[in-house]
């Protein structure tokens, strides 16, 4: 098990922007990274991946353009820079790992996910 640790939630205003941060036990090449949302009272969705071993990234159209996923090997830490914030954007993020070894496109369904962060709440008021 893959343990995760997610910071950088908080609250700001409309248009504002945050980085949240989730620092990985451990990583392997063929692990894809992701980060999935719940706003209050709705399910889990995907957000953004990444691929550790080629860096290909994914996003959900919701946060194209506005949301970029980034990795740093040197400390098994995985970024979500978020800018253009919405209210809709409000839940709470988390990190997962999917820790079989792909070689497709990073899987959108929570359940494919193997280890989980905690959580870190993101408000947007407007």
């Known amino acids: 098990q893959v343990q995760l640790i997610e910071s950088g939630g908080g609250q700001v205003q409309t248009g504002g922007s945050l980085r949240l941060s989730c620092a990985a036990s451990?990583?392997?090449?063929?692990?894809?990274m992701a980060w999935f949302r719940q706003p209050p009272g709705k399910e889990r969705t995907f957000v953004s991946a990444?691929?550790?071993?080629?860096?290909?990234?994914y996003y959900d159209d919701s946060v194209q353009g506005r949301f970029t996923i980034s990795r740093e090997a040197a400390s098994n830490t995985v970024y979500l820079q978020m800018s253009s914030l919405k209210p809709d954007d409000t839940a709470v993020y988390y990190c997962?790992?999917?820790?079989?070894?792909?070689?497709?496109?990073?899987?959108?369904?929570?359940?494919?996910?193997?280890?989980w962060g905690q959580g870190t709440q993101v408000t947007v008021s407007s």
């Open positions: 451990d990583t392997r090449s063929n692990w894809i």
């Open positions: 990444i691929h550790w071993r080629n860096n290909k990234k």
């Open positions: 997962a790992v999917d820790r079989k070894d792909r070689n497709a496109p990073a899987d959108r369904r929570a359940d494919e996910y193997d280890d």
